[in-house]
C-alpha cells in the first residue's frame, strides 16, 4: 500500500481521485495548495504525489521542483488541462506522468501503477539512481504509458 498525496485547489477533483485511489487499496493525504502540500509532506512524506499545474498561488510545476529536491524517492504525476504536455515537459520537471482533466479512471489507475511501481524501485535502489536518462529507460520498459 502506497501514501498519495493530492493537491489541486478544487476539492472536487481531489475527492474523485481520492476515491479512485482508495479504491486501488492505497492511503490518501490532500492538499489545496502547493504551500498545504509541502507542510503535509514534512509532516509524513508521500509515495506519490498528484499536483495540478494550474493552482492560485505557487503553481505545480513549482511544487514539482521543490519535490524533486526535497523529497527525491516521491512519484509525481501531474494533472493538467492541456492535452499534450509531452514526454519532454515531464522528464524536465521530474514527473513520471501527466493526467489530462476530465479524467479517465483507467489513465489515472495506469498513472498510480507506474508511478507507485518506480516508487518501489527507486526506494531500493537509492535517490543516487534518480538520473533522467534512467527515469526514461525505466518508463520505456513498463510499455503502459
Do not use: C, N
Amino acid at each position: 500500500m502506497a501514501l498519495v498525496l493530492l493537491v489541486d485547489d478544487e476539492a472536487d477533483v481531489r475527492h474523485l481521485l481520492g476515491q479512485v485511489i482508495r479504491r486501488e487499496g492505497h492511503e490518501v493525504m490532500e492538499a489545496e495548495s502547493s504551500d498545504a502540500a509541502l507542510a503535509v509532506m514534512a509532516a509524513r512524506a508521500a509515495d506519490v504525489v498528484f499536483t495540478d499545474i494550474q493552482m492560485p498561488g505557487r503553481d505545480g510545476r513549482w511544487l514539482t521542483l521543490e519535490l524533486r529536491k526535497r523529497y527525491p524517492l516521491t512519484a509525481v504525476v501531474l494533472a493538467t488541462s492541456v492535452t499534450d504536455l509531452g514526454a519532454s515537459t515531464t522528464l524536465r520537471f521530474g514527473v513520471l506522468s501527466y493526467l489530462v482533466k476530465p479524467f479517465d479512471i483507467g489513465a489515472v489507475r495506469d498513472a498510480l501503477k507506474t508511478a507507485v511501481a518506480w516508487h518501489e524501485e527507486i526506494a531500493v535502489a537509492g535517490p543516487e539512481e534518480l538520473q533522467h536518462d534512467q527515469l526514461e529507460a525505466w518508463l520505456d520498459s513498463l510499455e503502459i504509458l
